[in-house]
């Protein structure tokens, strides 16, 4: 009996040291495999800082050598890259200008690991600095927040990437007709500097500098009004800035149809609805309505506050608040999904089909 207590004995230690040694063993591996937070900032930046780069040079090469070519989600992130940079060159050229840089600011929000693999959730605030070709003193600033689903892999000491799915407003084509081209460019490069305003207007574009999620420059945390939804999963959340923006900013009041009580009301979260309500509710006029060459020379006419809607196939599908002008006059915009920062109003919405509302508030 003893020596059967000892075999037992005996055996509970061998089981309990072999344990010990691959819980010691999987610990130390995962101590030399494991990087650091700031190890994959480093990673991600030196990767988009070398892409921005390349779409500045248009260096297709450089951007290729990026990604992993032999699988489907590294192609179709490659081929984003690439549909960016062509629309990228082809509005400036329409636009009369020259960009000049691309600085990214990622933020890492969390990182699941395998081995020499990881998957990451980025937030990705990405700044571009523009000049006009004839006027190349001033320096035009404008930023562009994204949200990240990204794989990496590492490769012959090199991490590369295997998916990068976001949604951005470059995958686009510039629809616009060659012979209106050099019209186009007279009336930008002539501009129009006169931006009517007010304390309401003003206090408009202060509350969406506060909460222009992604596209902060970090003094908000990249973050949105926690007192509201966040509607991108279910749809977008732009009407739902928008309307945030006039209630909280320009101090126009709820009403029944235009409502948020834990919830926003159709008028207030659809872009349609709120494109509908916005006007037919008499707090705002619309001052013209067409493709971009037929509005162009109207958009001038836009002051802090008013609002763009985006319409595409008979329904509008986006909605942008101005928040000012650039060097020439060009009408900027703030909104949410993707967020933007004083983005020039048309870009991302240049292609064929694409139709405008361009819309004053009565403040």
């Known amino acids: 009996m003893i020596i059967v207590i000892k075999k037992k004995i005996l055996i509970v230690s061998l089981i309990i040291i072999a ?11 995962k101590t030399i495999d494991v990087l650091s937070e700031s190890d994959y900032n480093t990673i991600i930046k030196n990767n988009i800082d070398t892409r921005n780069n390349a779409i500045l040079k248009e260096k297709e090469k450089t951007i290729e050598k990026l990604y992993d070519l032999d699988k489907k989600y590294g192609v179709w992130a490659y081929e984003h890259e690439i549909n960016k940079m062509n629309y990228l060159h082809s509005w400036s050229k329409k636009q009369g200008i020259k960009i000049i840089s691309i600085e990214a600011t990622p933020i890492i929000n969390w990182v699941k690991e395998y081995d020499e693999k990881a998957s990451l959730n980025i937030t990705l605030s990405t700044e571009y600095k523009y000049v006009y070709k004839d006027d190349i003193k001033n320096i035009n600033t404008f930023r562009i927040g994204t949200y990240h689903a990204m794989d990496i892999e590492k490769r ?25 081209i050099e019209n186009i460019k007279t009336i930008i490069t002539k501009g129009n500097k006169n931006l009517e305003t007010n304390d309401r207007r003003e206090e408009i574009v202060k509350y969406m500098d506060k909460y222009l999620g992604a596209a902060d420059n970090g003094e908000n945390n990249y973050k949105y009004n926690n007192k509201y939804k966040d509607y991108n999963s279910i749809g977008g959340d732009c009407a739902n800035f928008a309307s945030q923006s006039l209630f909280e900013g320009g101090q126009f009041k709820k009403t029944y149809s235009w409502n948020y009580e834990k919830d926003g009301t159709k008028s207030w979260v659809n872009a349609q609805a709120f494109k509908d309500y916005i006007i037919y509710s008499g707090r705002s006029k619309a001052i013209k309505y067409g493709d971009y060459s037929q509005v162009l020379e109207a958009s001038y006419q836009l002051s802090k506050g008013d609002i763009v809607a985006y319409e595409k196939k008979g329904k509008v599908v986006h909605i942008c608040v101005v928040s000012g002008i650039d060097s020439k006059g060009y009408r900027l915009v703030h909104s949410h999904n993707t967020d933007r920062f004083r983005v020039p109003w048309d870009l991302g919405f240049t292609s064929s089909g694409i139709k405008f509302w361009l819309i004053k508030l009565n403040i």
Do not use: A, E
């Not at 344990?19 to 130390?28: A, G, P, R, V, W």
């Open 19 to 29: 344990l010990c040694i691959s819980i010691i063993l999987f610990y130390s591996n």
């Open 156 to 180: 012959d000491n090199k991490w590369i990437i295997t998916k990068d799915w976001y949604d951005d407003p470059f995958g686009d084509n510039l629809g616009i007709k060659k012979d209106d």
